[in-house]
């Protein structure tokens, strides 16, 4: 399995960016799928979650904010992220939500700076 993550870039504060991650060797569309993110300096944590049946979840920092969505037919997960804040920048990734693993992909860089 392969997860390959795209999209990320640098950003002033208070803008957007959408965030895509292509998963290929896998069944995508029977998995409840995640992206994580890791600040640097700090350890990785779940941002966003979204099941097979499209029902979504966030955690605090980011609702209202941040929208995730798969399209199983590409095998994609996005994540739409609006109104960006500087505690944002971190190296996004995508994964299952639980259970075993896939092997993480090297994830897509966010900064959020003026």
């Known amino acids: 399995v392969q997860l390959q993550a795209s999209g990320g870039g640098l950003v002033q504060p208070g803008g957007s960016l959408r965030v895509s991650c292509k998963v290929t060797?896998?069944?995508?569309?029977?998995?409840?799928m995640a992206w994580y993110r890791q600040p640097p300096g700090k350890e990785r944590e779940l941002v966003a979650s979204?099941?097979?049946?499209?029902?979504?979840n966030y955690t605090d920092s980011v609702k209202g904010r941040f929208t995730i969505s798969r399209d199983n037919v590409r095998r994609t997960l996005y994540l739409q992220m609006n109104s960006l804040k500087v505690d944002d920048t971190a190296v996004y990734y995508c994964?299952?939500?639980?259970?075993?693993?896939?092997?993480w992909g090297r994830g897509t860089l966010v900064t959020v700076s003026s």
């Open positions: 994964n299952r939500r639980s259970g075993d693993m896939f092997r």
């Open positions: 979204i099941t097979t049946d499209h029902n979504t």
């Open positions: 060797g896998a069944n995508f569309r029977i998995y409840d």
